[in-house]
């Protein structure tokens, strides 16, 4: 049971790839169900005709922890695989950088520059140095997680019940040499499926956005596959 931050980031450590909470569809590990002891969601105590009356202790835990690994160095959280917030083991940010490199769009190049130049910024301090709107700043913010170009840096408080989330150049925050593209993919494939000890080429393709085709090439290269009645189950080579 994790309980507090250094447990927290020994437990990111330990996986290499967590998501902050269980999702139905990726096969990756959650930091809620280590902190929560399951992957139910209890987020909340509600008294008897259901009304929120506070956030329960795990959730606030978690709520602040997620903010508190990547300012405090001790991870890389953001929204990197599955499209939700992840936490990266700062051992494997290179090798997931060099997996999913992509080119940035042009707004999300106005973005990326605006932090390169400025340091870690909000969301509102992105529209204020870029002139774009709150809609085109937060789908450039979102794909540039994806990329592994951005990365939450720290939460700076501000006006009303919730801080904003600052956003830092993943190669500033988490500096590294990556292995490569082929290489980053060869062993991201290798870590999922030690961590799953079973997948499906869309358990690979899925969270970490590739081709099914090439997650299909990937796992027959480094595992053993079996017929599943249509589709092949792999498993770690013997």
Sequence with gaps: MVR?????????DEVGLALLFPKADVVLPSLWEQVNG????????????GT????SDEMSFLWGAK????????????????????????????VLVDANRAEPEEDEVAVAEAVRSAGPLTGPALR????????????????????????????VEQDGPWGALAHELVERKWPGRGPGRDEARRRL???????????????????????????????????EGRDAGGYTIYAPAQ
């Excluded at 929120?52 to 956030?55: G, I, S, T």
């Design 52 to 55: 929120f009356v506070r956030w």
């Design 38 to 49: 399951s992957p139910d969601e209890n987020w909340a105590i509600r008294d008897a005709d």
């Design 189 to 223: 494939a290798l870590h999922v499926l030690a961590l799953a000890g079973e997948v499906t080429a869309a358990d690979l393709a899925g969270p970490l956005g590739w081709r099914r085709a090439e997650a299909t090439a990937l796992l027959e290269q480094v595992a």
């Design 128 to 155: 204020e140095a870029t002139g774009l709107p709150k809609k085109a700043v937060d789908k450039a913010v979102a794909s540039l997680h994806r990329k592994l170009v951005l990365t939450n840096s720290h939460l």
């Design 67 to 94: 903010d508190e690994l990547p300012a405090q160095g001790l991870a890389c959280v953001g929204k990197h695989l599955a499209r939700v917030a992840t936490c990266v083991a700062p051992r494997l940010v290179p």
């Design 4 to 12: 507090t931050l250094a447990e927290a980031a020994a437990f990111i």
